[in-house]
């Protein structure tokens, strides 16, 4: 099997996790999408998989000298698409907020996805953290409410795989606590 390519799309800081304002200040946000970020980097370069990392984003991300590829401001799909189209595959699609992520998560997911299309469930079952496509061209990425379901109907032979560490992305304050416990998620003390 060639080594996979993974691209993490991240949105302009400032318009990161916005459904964390009401807890956090704009630039406790900031702090905790950066961390995240650099987590989920380290743990795609530290899986032997993993032959290449590229960033979507709009703005050089401070600390990632690798590849980047520009987001044009089109959405999430239409950018992850046009990337896609542009790194060819294997291509593991995954979000930048999964702080517990684990080596052993990323090789399971690839694994799964080798000859075909492997989906990371979230927590819900209803969202799609990650995507590892082996074979698959013509793959429509459809992020957003209830994602999961969009993506598992495109191929009948699409491994959905649920593991705590693909499956915890931090979208609201319930999921730091579950994350962090409810003191550290209070005073956005997380550490990983
Ligand atoms: N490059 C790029 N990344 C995006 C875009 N929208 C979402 N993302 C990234 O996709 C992943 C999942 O995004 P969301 O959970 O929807 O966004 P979020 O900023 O994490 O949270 P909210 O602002 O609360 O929706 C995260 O890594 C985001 O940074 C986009 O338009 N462009
Ligand atoms: O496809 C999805 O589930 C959404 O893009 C993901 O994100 P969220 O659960 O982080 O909003």
Redesign the pocket.
């Known amino acids: 099997m060639k080594a996979w390519h993974a691209l993490?799309?991240?949105?302009a800081a400032a318009?990161?996790?916005?459904?964390?304002a009401d807890r956090l200040s704009p630039g406790e946000r900031i702090a905790l999408?950066e961390r995240m970020?650099r987590h989920v980097l380290a743990i795609l370069q530290a899986t032997e998989a993993i032959g290449s990392i590229t960033l979507?984003?709009?703005d050089p991300v401070a600390g990632w000298y690798g590849a980047r590829l520009s987001?044009d401001?089109r959405?999430?799909n239409a950018?992850v698409q046009a990337a896609a189209a542009r790194i060819g595959d294997p291509l593991l699609v995954i979000?930048?907020?999964l702080p517990a992520l684990a080596v052993a998560d990323i090789r399971a997911l690839t694994h799964a996805g080798r000859n075909g299309v492997a989906l990371a469930a979230d927590r819900h079952r209803r969202g799609t953290n990650a995507i590892a496509l082996g074979r698959r061209d013509d793959f429509v990425f459809a992020?957003g409410p209830d994602s999961l379901a969009r993506h598992r109907t495109q191929c009948s032979a699409t491994a959905i795989i649920e593991r705590p560490g693909l499956a915890l992305?931090?979208?609201v304050f319930e999921d730091l606590t579950l994350f962090a416990g409810d003191r550290a998620a209070r005073q956005a003390q997380i550490a990983f």
Request: aromatic share 4%.
């Open positions: 993490v799309p991240i949105k318009d990161r996790k916005t459904r964390l999408s970020l979507l984003a709009s987001d401001g959405g999430l950018e979000h930048a907020d992020f992305d931090i979208d």
